[in-house]
């Protein structure tokens, strides 16, 4: 499969050319389908420059939620399922695509607010100003839960605090607003590359594959670049493409965070207690001490649970019991003592995997 292309086309018919479980992640920007009905006029009678593209108008709800329905369908057919999947929208339609999302089997891990630092005001003076849109972030299935999340990672992007599912981050202006010739905003809906920095940053990998069925002019494809990933955008407006491929072609510097190494690469290999065990690493009969009190201890029983106190569990629930708290790491807990000298279990495990797994 070719990455790092733009495909002009319908996105429904490239979709579905596209081999099952090939992408990493997905981030789509659909039509809103904002049903405007008339010409929106500051009260200086100057006409407010909205969404009013072609693209952007269906006929009915009925015809939109079709729509939604074949483009989410195939989303889900090439999503991996370590995979996951963005979509963005307003009020206008992000209820309607989660409740299609929900009926097709994705799973919803967040629903994050882009909080707009300089929201367009609301001219009429009808409603309140809108400052938001909602970005739903989904695994394929409930019970694919090995998505890619860079808890840390987004930690440290975040000045050493947990990120929030609130994003404060100005509309498209600037140098950053691609125009064209006439000087007029190329695209209507362009978002910023701090959203899709986040997004891709986030919940991918180095060199994972970035899909985006509704190219545009190419913020995903220019954001994936220079975070070190790989894109595949569909877009069928043939001047889109144009932009988005120029745009593309202008990076030649990378951020300072593609370079960042992901956490997952320092997770460990699962390693089963009982693997130390049934290789007598630790020998059923054997006594475990517990890390803050070496008065506390635990049998070792063959199939590699513990024994305290007459109460059966995993070292992490034995560990959590003892401590009275709702989790415990047993890995981190428990020591073993033999020749006079105390080795945390956690050491046997980097030796089991040294051995068996070659870390």
């Not at 057919?77 to 999947?85: E, F, H, N, Q, V």
């Not at 909080?115 to 009429?124: E, G, L, S, T």
């Amino acid at each position: 499969m070719r990455t790092n292309i733009i495909i002009h086309g319908d996105c429904i018919d490239e979709l579905k050319k596209i081999p099952a479980q090939a992408i990493d992640l997905i981030f789509a920007d659909p039509p809103y389908n904002m049903q405007l009905k008339n010409p929106l006029y500051r009260p200086n009678n100057t006409k407010v420059d909205g969404v009013d593209d072609p693209w952007d108008k269906f006929d009915s709800f009925a015809e939109y939620d079709l729509f939604c329905t074949a483009w989410l369908t195939e989303c889900r057919r090439i999503l991996k399922d370590s995979g996951s999947i963005w979509v963005i929208g307003s009020y206008h339609n992000i209820f309607r695509i989660g409740n299609i999302m929900l009926n097709l089997g994705f799973w919803i891990l967040n629903d994050v607010t882009w909080y707009k630092a300089n929201p367009m005001p609301n001219f009429m003076g009808t409603r309140f100003t809108n400052a938001t849109e909602t970005l739903l972030w989904c695994s394929k299935s409930e019970r694919c839960k090995k998505y890619t999340f860079n808890h840390k990672m987004m930690k440290r992007y975040n000045n050493d605090k947990q990120m929030t599912s609130v994003w404060k981050i100005g509309l498209c202006t600037g140098g950053e607003r691609i125009k064209g010739a006439d000087g007029k905003k190329a695209h209507s809906t362009q978002k910023p590359e701090e959203l899709l920095k986040r997004v891709i940053l986030s919940s991918t990998r180095k060199d994972d594959v970035v899909l985006d069925p509704f190219f545009g002019t190419g913020t995903t494809g220019t954001t994936a670049k220079k975070l070190g990933r790989k894109f595949i955008g569909i877009e069928r407006d043939g001047d889109y493409v144009k932009i988005a491929q120029d745009r593309i072609d202008s990076v030649h510097t990378l951020w300072e965070e593609a370079g960042w190494i992901e956490e997952e690469q320092g997770r460990r290999t699962r390693v089963p207690f009982e693997s130390l065990v049934k290789e007598k690493m630790i020998r059923a009969g054997d006594v475990l001490y517990a890390r803050k009190d070496c008065g506390v201890t635990a049998l070792v029983l063959e199939n590699g649970t513990l024994q305290y106190k007459g109460v059966t569990g995993s070292i992490h629930k034995i560990g959590a019991m003892i401590q009275q708290t709702p989790f415990c790491n047993g890995w981190k807990f428990w020591y073993t003592v033999k020749n006079n000298r105390s080795r945390l279990i956690d050491e046997l495990r980097d030796e089991y995997m040294q051995k068996h797994c070659g870390l």
